[in-house]
């Protein structure tokens, strides 16, 4: 091997800051390289196109419900955020900050990080609002994309949209039976079948012990598990419970379960979320397998898949349906009592829970759900030359305000191309300004259904509409 002098590598290193700097200073297309084919979406990313808007529109609609519902108030964070906030929330033995996220240097030179969650951008916004002067506990609610660098295929994507909710501030149960029922109630009223897999991964007390036991249990089967467990099994052994491997599922099985080892505080804790929603008749399955990816939670957690069933229906044991389920958990979530404090904060118990809208919305065009009807145009207001256009503009206006849903194709100029149009948008009168009906005085109402046509005084016509539409 030739031997490298110390001075080459100087060298080498100087380049190398000289291309970092140049990147950040020279204007982008100088710097990289210009393709000359037609840009494409990237992979993983992907265009919702008008026809889709409807699931939009309903899923935007029945969150909004929900929220007000039960006293959450929106607010809406930026989608680039210092690296290190989603480091020290998220943890860093996890898959989304090993694998996942878009880092890069901005031109200051700060590292910074598209978000690929909401719950450590809610905790810091908390921290740098003040919102602990408020009464708590403070809820919010976020709607807006993330980004993960994940492998794409169906349900999963490289930016989704997830709606969240977040109770801060209290320890009490009931706000995580609230969130709870707030994500079952979302998903029963859009009419789509989930199954609530529950479970408590106590505080950092309880688990430190129940770390240990799971770790001597692991040691003994460490021949059993896959190369990613056997990493694991130094850095995240919780994240041992939902490896999705098919031979360390079968590991998993005889594993100590945490519940058995919660604290006092943390059992009773669990119970009384249980109670909570035994009384509302929330149906869920204890799943002691189940831990989350994400390192800030503590005591509840909890994840929707779809339904029905229990575990074992939803997959559970078989690698195939596993990893099935494990794309499609539809939202998740849970306690984190100590992330507002590891960000600098006051220790701050919180909860709550995100859905994956993207995912949702596979799941409802699966199941044929009813949508419901996309505001349709009553009537439809067309024209015949240069000066009954700007005429029938103004009176578009003029409908508009007096709230009738209206349409037009002001950019086209025959009666026939118009009404061809009206047709299809299937309104239920057209009117029709031309030069003739302009001198007089007039306008035409023609009924879309029978094809009659009468002449109306233009003075009128508002109230006619009126009367026909009984408005
Ligand atoms: P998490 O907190 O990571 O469990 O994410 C909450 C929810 O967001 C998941 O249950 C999914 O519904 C959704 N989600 C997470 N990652 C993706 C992804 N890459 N593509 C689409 N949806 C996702």
Redesign the pocket.
């Known amino acids: 091997m030739p031997k490298i002098k110390k001075k080459n590598i100087s060298k080498k290193y100087k380049k190398i800051k000289v291309a970092i700097k140049k990147i950040k200073i020279e204007p982008a297309a100088k710097v990289f390289k210009v393709s000359k084919t037609t840009p494409q979406v990237l992979r993983g990313f992907k265009d919702i196109l008008p026809g889709e808007q409807k699931y939009w529109d309903l899923l935007r609609t029945k969150a909004e419900q929900i929220v007000q519902d039960f006293g959450y108030e929106r607010i809406d964070f930026p989608l680039l955020e210092e690296t290190s906030l989603f480091i020290r929330a998220v943890g860093k033995e996890t898959d989304?900050i090993e694998k996942e996220m878009f880092s890069f240097e901005d031109r200051s030179g700060d590292q910074v990080s598209l978000r690929p969650?909401g719950t450590a951008q809610v905790a810091r916004a908390y921290i740098n609002h003040g919102m602990l002067n408020l009464p708590q506990p403070v809820k919010l609610y976020y709607l807006g994309p993330?980004f993960?660098y994940?492998r794409p295929q169906s349900?999963?994507?490289?930016q989704?949209n997830?709606f969240g909710f977040e109770a801060l501030g209290e320890m009490h149960p009931v706000l995580d039976a609230q969130i709870i029922i707030m994500t079952y109630n979302f998903f029963k009223e859009l009419g789509l079948k989930i199954s609530l897999q529950i479970n408590s991964i106590g505080c950092l007390n309880c688990r430190k012990e129940y770390k240990v036991q799971l770790l001597n249990y692991y040691k003994t089967q460490k021949a059993d598990l896959c190369e990613d467990c056997k990493i694991r099994l130094g850095k995240n052994p919780l994240r041992l419970l939902d490896c999705k491997e098919e031979k360390c599922q079968a590991v998993s099985e005889d594993a100590p379960q945490i519940v058995d080892w919660l604290c006092e505080d943390c059992k009773n804790h669990f119970v009384r979320v249980l109670e909570f929603l035994d009384d509302l008749e929330i149906p869920y399955n204890l799943n002691s397998r189940l831990v989350?990816?994400?390192d800030y939670y503590t005591k509840t957690v909890f994840?929707?898949w779809p339904g029905p069933g229990t575990p074992r229906e939803a997959g559970q044991g078989e690698t195939e349906g596993e990893e099935k389920k494990a794309q499609?958990?539809?939202?998740?979530?849970g306690r984190y009592d100590n992330l507002i404090e590891l960000l600098g904060g006051r220790p701050t118990p919180a909860v709550g829970a995100?859905?994956?809208l993207?995912?949702?919305i596979l799941k409802i065009k699966e199941a044929n759900l009813e949508m419901p009807l996309i505001q349709k145009a009553d009537i439809f207001v067309a024209q015949l030359g240069e000066t009954p256009k700007r005429k029938a503009m103004a009176l578009y206006e003029t409908l508009r305000q007096e709230g009738f849903k209206i349409a037009e194709a002001f950019s086209k100029d025959g009666l026939k191309n118009q009404l061809e149009i009206a047709n299809k948008l299937d309104v239920k009168y057209t009117l029709i300004l031309g030069q003739k009906e302009l001198s007089e005085g007039t306008i035409l109402l023609r009924d879309m259904e029978g094809g009659v046509q009468e002449t109306i005084n233009y003075n009128k016509i508002i109230k006619e509409l009126k009367k026909r539409l009984e408005k």
């Open positions: 989304i969650e993330m993960r994940d349900g999963r994507y490289r989704f997830q989350r990816g994400l994840e929707v499609i958990a539809l939202g998740g979530g995100s859905l994956g993207e995912r949702i």
